[in-house]
């Protein structure tokens, strides 16, 4: 059986990875001239992939990635950090020397039995604090004079650092660390725009202009288009142009969501033959099958107005929210009422604010779903 050419769920690279020719340079030009920069763009639309496939043609260069995604204590962020520096050498010597460095931070690193990727042991008693912070960015300011300015920090889901008690405070130190480290490039990778652009670009934040904003965008039209149908070729199926932009229509061109219907069509098709329009709906209920569990959970735990928002985004989009046409169809009069179930969706993480100011479904298969059902 031929294998899926479709990847999802994790970051993708050398071949897997599509287009961004430009970016790629773009970033590691940034890189190179050790300019501090911010990633943003939504889910899944490629920020790690990028950092990695820019990392990878980076020769000599030492990277640690690390994520704050759900951080809510100073002490977390530190245990982030050291797990990050840890994780970036797994060649012997060098990690002995990291090891020796790490000492400091009372942890004691041990092997995995199958990866040999390290592992960290925290001294549970002792919890990270302020002053700590400034011991890990001093650690990646020696490994940067260590490495002659050929080391970059990757910190991924960095606006998480705003929900840490006294964020402001925490930003200011890791500011006032990072603005002399010459040998060390950041980059600050986040999928919550607003915050994000908030974060550096606020009169009153700490990182006020500290860093170059790249924005992730989806994928060149053209180039994503022929990368689909090479894909589908590679696994012996044609696909029409009109079914791809049906595809992109549902995905919003969003490159992981793409991949993932794309890996489910390719799953309900048979070798040899042009996919038909109608293996479409096949792929999609593939899809529910796998995800219908958690689209149920989700209801459960909303509101009838809640649910008749989402289902008024999911119908008329979300840009117009307070309009009369969009208040008549969730049936709420104040827009009070809609502001405030807006807030709502948005910390559940069931939709999000694009670039072009439109209130979107994180998961556009959820978008979907929901309008079949109806729910009401
Ligand atoms: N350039 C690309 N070519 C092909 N597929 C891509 C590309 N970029 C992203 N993808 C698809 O998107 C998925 C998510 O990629 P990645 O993890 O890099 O995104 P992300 O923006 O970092 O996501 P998250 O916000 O979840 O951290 C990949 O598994 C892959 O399916
Ligand atoms: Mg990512």
């Known amino acids: 059986m031929l294998q899926n050419p479709f990847v999802y769920g994790r970051p993708v690279i050398g071949d897997k990875f599509w287009g961004r020719t430009e970016q790629v ?12 920069t911010v990633l943003v763009g939504e889910r899944r639309v490629g920020k790690t992939s990028l950092v990695m496939n820019t ?14 995604q759900g951080v809510k ?9 050291i797990s990050g520096i840890a994780a970036m050498e797994k060649e012997d010597s060098k990690m002995r020397k990291i090891m020796q460095m790490l000492s400091r931070f009372r942890v004691a ?7 040999l990727d390290p592992i960290l042991k925290f001294d549970i008693a ?17 490994i940067g004079t260590e490495r002659k300015g050929k080391f970059v920090v990757a910190l991924d889901e960095f606006q998480d650092l705003l929900r840490v008690p006294d964020a402001n405070e925490l930003m200011a130190m ?7 480290q010459t040998d060390v490039t950041y980059l600050y990778i986040g999928s919550i725009r607003h915050e994000m652009v908030d974060i550096f670009t606020k009169n009153d934040s700490p990182f006020l202009k500290s860093a170059t904003i790249v924005e992730v965008g989806p994928l060149e039209e053209r180039e994503f288009i022929q990368s689909i149908v090479t894909q589908f070729k590679k696994g012996g199926l044609q696909v029409s142009k009109p079914l791809i932009s049906e595809i992109i229509e549902i995905t919003r061109g969003n490159p992981g969501d793409t991949q993932q219907l794309c890996h489910s069509l390719f799953n309900v098709s048979s070798p040899g033959k042009a996919i038909g329009e109608e293996k479409l709906s096949d792929a999609l209920q593939e899809i529910y099958s796998c995800e219908g569990k958690l689209y ?9 107005v809640q649910i008749r928002m989402l289902l008024s985004i999911a119908q008329l989009g979300g840009k117009g929210v307070y309009s009369k046409a969009f208040m008549s169809s969730a049936r709420v009069t104040n827009s009070a009422v809609i502001k405030h179930t807006v807030a709502r969706l948005l910390d559940r993480e069931l939709i999000f604010l694009d670039s072009q100011k439109e209130y979107r479904f994180v998961n556009p298969f959820f978008r979907k779903w929901l309008m079949i059902q109806g729910i009401a």
């Open 174 to 180: 890791m500011r006032g660390y990072i603005q002399f």
């Open 126 to 142: 002792h919890a990270f604090q302020p002053e700590d912070l400034e011991e890990v960015f001093r650690l990646l300011k020696q």
């Open 55 to 68: 990392a990878q043609i980076l020769k000599g260069f030492s990277v640690v990635k690390t994520h704050f």
């Open 109 to 115: 690193i041990a092997l995995e039995r199958y990866t």
């Open 25 to 36: 340079k773009m970033l590691r030009g940034l890189i190179m001239s050790h300019q501090n």
């Open 73 to 81: 204590s100073v002490d977390a962020a530190c245990k982030r950090l």
């Open 296 to 304: 149920e959970e989700y209801i459960k735990h909303l509101t009838e």
